[in-house]
């Protein structure tokens, strides 16, 4: 499935606290994941990656442009999945490559959907005037029938003569 523009810049916003979340876990408690996934005494890696976790929720959070930072996502996500590949195997550690694995689809799919709409030039208003005919055709157009609404109308003392002599009756 290929989000929309909307879902994937509102996915973005999503995977940027999913990010924002991961990476303060990664910092506080980096010793006991790292066992846990296989990595013993890699904690000081594990804090590496949460730092950019935290660096990249903050960029997609903060940014009008997302789809630069869903692509560091997603390489972000093969760098865990390459640094899980060289674990000890542990049970937690397939649990961590197939989590990453589903997280770097969805990363994918965001960041092309994002990176699709990016690619789309703006739409070009310079040849439109907001007039149904050209300006030329249209000039004095509104002034042809308008009749002023009759409270919108300046009293009889305050309207302009006509060739009669007297005021003018719809002024």
Known sequence: MVPSHRQARSLARA???FSLGLGV????????????????????LVRAYGLREVATGLALLSTRR???WMWARVGGD????????TGRDRPGRQAAIAAVAGVALLDVAV???????????????????????????????ARADFEPPRDMRPPATLRPWTGDGGPDPVH
């Open 15 to 17: 995977l940027g606290w």
């Open 78 to 85: 093969a760098l865990d999945m390459a640094t899980l590949a």
């Open 111 to 141: 960041a092309a959907s994002l990176q699709r709409a990016a690619a789309q030039p703006p739409a070009d208003y310079r040849g439109r005037s907001g007039f149904p005919k050209p300006p030329e055709a249209m000039r004095g157009a």
């Open 25 to 44: 876990v990664e910092l506080v408690a980096a010793r006991g994941l790292a066992r846990r996934v296989g990595l013993p005494g890699q904690a000081g």
């Open 66 to 68: 997302p789809a630069p």
